[in-house]
Nanobody
Framework: QVQLAESGGGLVQVGGSLRLSCTVS???????????MHWYRQTPGTQRDLVAS???????YYADSVKGRFTISKDNTRNTVYLQMTNLRPEDTAAYFC?????????WGQGTQVTVSA
């Protein structure tokens, strides 16, 4: 069974940086070469919003709110996707979730909390 595990969240001051990781387990090696990967974030009482995506071929997408500050990348050999977050702002505070998208199937991780303090 394919599972996703996020890590790397925590408490950081405004202007600081964090790197989130999302590791896929229970799957064939190099699943990231056939799956699209996404990072979403959600605050209590709101919908889950797309932050960044990386396609199976490596094309990248960023929400306007994080362009120039966040970088998505992946290591196909480690089945891991990363979200490097810099110049963090209080409005980046949220639970961050990783999603694997493959052949119309979506698999979510449990999320990791990011809190940016002023």
């Amino acid at each position: 069974q394919v599972q996703l595990a996020e890590s790397g969240g925590g408490l950081v001051q405004v202007g600081g940086s964090l790197r989130l990781s999302c590791t896929v387990s229970g799957s064939p090696r190099s699943i990231l070469t056939i799956a699209n990967m996404h990072w979403y974030r959600q605050t209590p009482g709101t919908q889950r919003d797309l932050v960044a995506s990386i396609s199976r071929l490596g094309s990248k997408y960023y929400a306007d709110s994080v362009k120039g500050r966040f970088t998505i990348s992946k290591d196909n050999t480690r089945n891991t996707v990363y979200l490097q977050m810099t110049n963090l702002r209080p409005e980046d505070t949220a639970a961050y979730f990783c999603k694997l998208e493959m052949q119309a199937n979506n698999i979510w991780g449990q999320g990791t909390q990011v809190t940016v303090s002023a």
